[in-house]
């Protein structure tokens, strides 16, 4: 077997000129100044038969469009096969508009997403791309995973269903033993700063990257980060305030869960076979109520709010009313647009939605576009060891794929759901399908 070769980089998509910073509803943030650069980390993989391209951003969003641009100008540069290109954001709500969501047209506040900064991103990560291939060298590699318990909760119910493992990949130059890169998933939402930042920032990601590279990997180390299946995974229960020192607490959290686990018992190996697989699906639409319903739906739950904003004396149970008072907002502008039959072309720009598979090794990492459920990650799990589910990648659903309690029980995420709750089980039935077939 050919050993494997590996190449990393990271290239700066920092806007030079403020922006509408993109994530909370009708909030205006506009960008004041940098904390730290938002980044475009790239992680590149062959053993000399094929080869996977990882690539991870800090924006909130990435489109089925500029993926399609991406993985078109790499694969012309480089010759990487554009199926076997990932292409994901990590979810960070202090960055530009980079999608036009169809319901920011109900927030007054959102403006259109900013061609020359799109252009400016897509020329970036191609840059990227094309530096980690350049950069690769014999290599080796090994997973751990970590456990970032305290790092967030179920954002409707500490108690319910979570996800605190980090599979990390740590990356070895086999020359000369110094790491290259490391490349996670954390299964939690980038929501630490919440709306009073007005400052470009990945948000608690930068600290575990920082951390990481201080710690153990060299300051000028790629570190790859992916978001998981957070869709309803949040912070929110345990954060003890929205600052940039909270943050550094939580990534520092992440951070020292996996590099606790290279203890010399951890082995790298250099003769790893890496492969990709590829699939699209058409999921299947949700059906929009009635806009009498929606209307009283939208007084139920703003009314839920005013009451507990007065009342409660908890900010969580406060904040959990009020997005599923913007949720229930969006459901009625939704409907009212699905009554008139313009949603085609919302519809048209995500679908069909991808499943994408890259192998390293025995490890797979699925990559599903969308703000997932976390409850899709874990029995994705109890059908095979060794897996990872990437969210927010290769394009966007609109919104969220959701559990069917969630779309019965209204929350938020559900209200600006483009899908019924069935397409998040018909993603997971493809996969298995699709991973049984490698």
């Known amino acids: 077997m050919t050993e494997l070769k590996a190449g990393a980089a990271t290239v700066k998509i920092t806007p030079q000129e403020s922006h509408f910073l993109f994530g909370y509803p009708f909030v205006e943030r506009m960008s004041t100044g940098t904390h730290d650069d938002l980044l475009s980390s790239a992680l590149y993989l062959t053993d000399g038969k094929n080869q996977v391209l990882f690539i991870s ?15 078109k100008s790499i694969s012309e540069k480089t010759g990487i096969q554009a199926s076997n290109i990932l292409v994901a954001a990590t979810h960070t709500h202090s960055a530009p508009v980079t999608v036009d969501l169809v319901i920011s047209a109900n927030d007054p506040i959102v403006p259109k997403v900013d061609r020359n900064y799109l252009k400016f991103m897509e020329e970036s990560t191609v840059k990227a791309a094309c530096q ?19 790092v967030g909760t179920n954002r409707h119910n500490p108690e319910w269903a979570k996800d605190t493992d980090v599979p990390a990949v740590f990356v070895k130059n086999k020359y000369n033993d110094e790491f290259i890169s490391c490349m996670l998933i954390c299964n939690m939402h980038p929501t630490i700063l919440h709306e009073n930042s007005t ?28 978001t998981g299946t957070a869709g309803n995974q949040s912070p929110r229960h345990v954060t003890k305030s929205n600052t940039f020192e909270e943050a550094k607490r939580i990534g520092q959290i992440v951070a020292d869960s996996i590099s606790s686990k290279l203890t010399e018992t951890v082995t790298f190996s250099s003769h790893i076979p890496v492969s990709a697989a590829q699939k699209f699906v058409d999921l299947p639409k949700r059906a929009f109520p009635s806009i009498e319903w929606a209307v009283e739906h939208r007084d139920k739950t703003k009314k839920r709010f005013e009451e507990l904003k007065k009342n409660s004396e908890i900010p969580q149970e406060v904040r959990t009313a009020e997005v599923n008072w913007f949720g229930s907002e969006e459901l009625l502008y939704l409907s009212k647009l699905a009554q008139d039959n313009k949603l085609g072309k919302a519809y048209q720009s995500s679908l069909p939605a991808e499943i994408q598979i890259i192998k390293v090794g025995e490890w797979k ?31 966007e659903l ?41």
């Open 365 to 395: 990492f699925v990559a599903w576009p969308g703000e997932v459920f976390v409850e899709y990650g874990i029995e994705l799990k109890n059908h095979a060891k060794e897996i990872a589910l990437i969210t927010y990648a290769n394009g």
């Open 398 to 438: 609109q919104g969220y794929l959701v559990t069917q309690e969630a779309q019965d029980g209204g929350y938020y995420e559900a209200g600006n759901s483009f899908f019924d709750y069935k397409a998040g089980k018909l993603m997971l039935a493809e996969t298995i399908k699709e991973l049984k077939s490698m």
């Open 199 to 226: 400052l470009y920032s990945s948000d608690f990601p930068h600290f575990v990257r920082k951390t990481l590279q201080e710690v153990v990997l060299g300051n000028d180390r790629p570190v790859i980060y992916f």
């Open 132 to 150: 980690a291939v350049e950069n690769a060298t014999l290599a080796e590699i090994a997973v751990v995973v970590g456990d970032a318990t305290g």
């Open 57 to 71: 951003n800090d924006v909130i969003y990435v489109s089925k469009a500029s993926t399609a641009r991406i993985r």
